[in-house]
């Protein structure tokens, strides 16, 4: 089966994200997307891996190889790397409407 999407970058998409992986003060999850980016690109002098394989020296799944490299398809390098941003916000417990219990 062919791979979903191709990941190919630029020679400036793989310093940068080559410097982020060297660096000593990144998140987990940005760490793990900018190693997955560069492992499964298969541009000019970039290794090409499996997505399988990929995903397994990640210790990750490969539907989670599958969903990075969409990303970075179809919306760039930065969605690729960082979360999602939501819409709204959570409900804390601090926000909540007080309830009255029965007898109050």
């Not at 630029?10 to 997307?33: D, M, N, P, V, Y």
């Not at 397994?56 to 919306?75: D, M, N, P, Y």
């Amino acid at each position: 089966m062919s791979p979903r999407y191709r990941v190919t970058l630029t020679e400036q998409e793989r310093s940068e994200l080559e410097a982020l992986t060297k660096r000593g003060k990144i998140g987990a999850r940005k760490f793990i997307h900018a190693r997955a980016l560069l492992l499964c690109d298969a541009g000019t002098g970039g290794p090409a891996w499996k997505v399988a394989d990929a995903a397994e020296a990640l210790g990750i799944t490969s539907r989670t190889i599958e969903h990075i490299k969409k990303q970075f398809v179809e919306e760039g390098l930065e969605a690729a790397l960082d979360r999602k941003h939501r819409v709204g916000g959570r409900i804390t417990p601090a926000v909540l409407p007080h309830h009255r219990t029965c007898g109050s």
